[in-house]
Nanobody
Framework: VQLQASGGGLVQAGGSLRPSCSVSGRTLRTSTISWFRQAPGKERDFVAGARGPTGHTLYGDSVKGRFTISKDNAQNTVYLQMKSLKPEDTAVYYC???????????????????WGQGTLVTVSS
């Protein structure tokens, strides 16, 4: 299983970005796919997740209402629409895939089996 993240970049505060993560080797239809982020000197944080096959979505408190996770099952790709970006959103964003995750495990990175290489998002003030 491989995950390839792209679409990060530099944006001014208040702007938008839409990173994507292409998955090969396992279908998103039956997998949980999530985004985590890690800022320099900080712990990794859960950003957003989408369960398969229900498609139920969850968000971290700091991004709720600003970020939206979506899946294109036909393309086996997941997107993270980020709006109203803040300097504190600056981090490396990682997509990750988990199998047979229960709801209470989705926010915890240690339950995920596969990780992408990360894409850097920098928000300037």
């Amino acid at each position: 299983v491989q995950l390839q993240a792209s679409g990060g970049g530099l944006v001014q505060a208040g702007g938008s970005l839409r990173p994507s993560c292409s998955v090969s080797g396992r279908t998103l239809r039956t997998s949980t796919i999530s985004w985590f982020r890690q800022a320099p000197g900080k712990e990794r944080d859960f950003v957003a997740g989408a369960r398969g096959p229900t498609g139920h979505t969850l968000y971290g408190d700091s991004v709720k209402g600003r970020f939206t996770i979506s899946k294109d099952n036909a393309q086996n790709t997941v997107y993270l629409q980020m709006k109203s970006l803040k300097p504190e959103d600056t981090a490396v964003y990682y997509c990750t895939l988990g199998v047979n995750l229960i709801l209470s495990s989705i926010r915890q990175g240690e339950h995920y089996a596969y990780w992408g290489q990360g894409t850097l998002v920098t928000v300037s003030s």
